[in-house]
């Protein structure tokens, strides 16, 4: 596509036409957690770290080192959990090549270096009507959050979305529970009907009458529609497959897919019960286990209903547990016995050059079994997943161009309990 960027004086953000057949082609955010120098130099090219904006003063951000890498994984998560719908790949490495979108993060006294004309606000983005400019640089910054908000994860994320959806064209809304408008802890998600527009509308939104959007389908044009690209992986990294363990067992496991909404289980294959652990990292611990042979089983099912599962087998106060340990590891991608995988599911899904603008929005805010392996069983189904929050928010326009627990799942007859391990 060859969007002019002089389009962009149309100021705060949206996509014109929303035809989700028409739409192809997927979009990738780089949301990096480093620090990071941001300048004025190629404008808008997140490759070359250049952003143009009337606000912008070029400066370095701090990123957000005071996340370590569970809590990076589970920002991430919270990202591909709200734009399930969407054919849209979250990545925390650079590409090495192709279009992408990058959101950077910094504190409160970046925000004042950076965007020193307004005031702190934790989402800022270039306001992008009809998302002429194809790829942006964002911007959340945490430290214009209460601290008591800084590491709440859900939240920073929430603002984070509002900041690219500035650029991928939308406005901020005037409503709660969707990310464009106010915070809520069910409102992780795009809009998916007309709602009101927070102030004086600046663009077209389709299907909508002056003054609203309908976020989901504005973004279909923009970011595609998810296509189904097979199931999820699944690996047991602790403990090992015919492990001999101590009656209190910590299970981990890894659970990898390209988009969110993956539903993550565990299960005591023995006596059936089950326990779900959604949020990475994905770790269940269980408590004073009898005596004998317990088979483990982690399932992952994915926005597109593809099921992997894998499974080790575990001997508590045995001195032989029916096979030799192997790594540990039961996974989809062939780290245990056998592996077997079918997909189903839906399908379908970039510079530009200069404008000049000085607009800006912005807002704030019991059985025993023996001889059992390792082993991953995946199936797959039809199925899919829907559309549908900020408190803060800014649309620059662009001058040139835990670990879960079994609990309350009735083992005490078992002697099994379980724990949550707080994040």
Known sequence: MTFSRAAA???????????????????????????????????????????????????????????????????????????????????????????????????????????????????????????????????????????????????????????LGFGWGLEGVGVSGQVMGTYSLSGLDFGDSCVAISGASQCTHSGCAAGQQNSSADLTPALGVRIDDGPPTVTIESPANFALVDPDITITAAVADTFGAVAVTLEIVEIAATQDDDVPPHNWELSDVPEGMWTLRVTATDADANATSAEVVVCVGLEFCGGAADTGAASSEGGGDTSTSTSGGSSEGESGADSSSTDVAASSDGGMVSGVGSSTMTTSASGGFGGGGADTGCGCNSDSAGGRGFVGLGLVGLGLVARRRRR
């Not at 925390?92 to 606000?121: K, T, W």
């Open 9 to 163: 004086r149309w100021a705060i953000l949206v996509i014109g036409l929303a035809v989700p057949n028409l739409a192809s082609a997927q979009r990738t955010v780089f949301v990096n957690l480093d620090q990071q120098a941001v300048n004025t130099n190629s404008g808008n090219d997140p490759s070359l770290n250049s952003y143009a904006s009337t606000s912008f003063v070029p400066g370095t951000l701090d990123g957000y080192p005071a996340l370590d890498a569970e809590q990076r994984a589970e920002l991430l998560h919270w990202f591909k959990q709200a734009t399930v719908p969407f054919d849209i790949h979250f990545t925390l490495e650079r590409p090495a090549a192709g279009n992408y979108d990058m959101l950077v993060f910094g504190s409160e006294a970046d925000n004042g270096e950076l965007f020193p004309d307004l005031g702190c606000s934790a989402s800022i983005g270039l306001a992008d009507c009809t998302d002429a400019d194809d790829e942006n640089i964002s911007f959340m910054f945490w430290g214009c959050m209460p601290d008591n908000q800084q590491m709440d994860l859900r939240r920073v994320a929430f603002f984070g979305l509002t900041a």
